[in-house]
């Protein structure tokens, strides 16, 4: 995440935005799909959702207006 946000040197248009987004919220339903009673799954799927969210957030600061 870190690599494509410096390479794009801040400036992302809205399409990629949107590209981005649509990626992440795909990844964050896939992990909904994902029920387990066993700790250490939710911990992983915990760990991967906020990794998803922590996506959104920088790209959207990145998005040129």
Not at 2 to 22: F, R
Not at 25 to 43: G, I, T, W, Y
Request: glycine share 2%; net charge positive; aromatic share 2%.
């Amino acid at each position: 995440v870190l690599c494509y946000v410096t390479l794009c040197a801040g400036h992302i248009t809205h399409k990629q935005l949107l590209e981005v987004n649509e990626l992440a919220m795909r990844v964050l339903l896939a992990l909904d799909e994902c029920a387990s009673p066993r700790a250490e799954l939710k911990a992983v799927r915990k760990r991967l959702t906020n990794r998803a969210l922590s996506l959104q957030d920088q790209v959207s600061c990145c998005a040129v207006a």
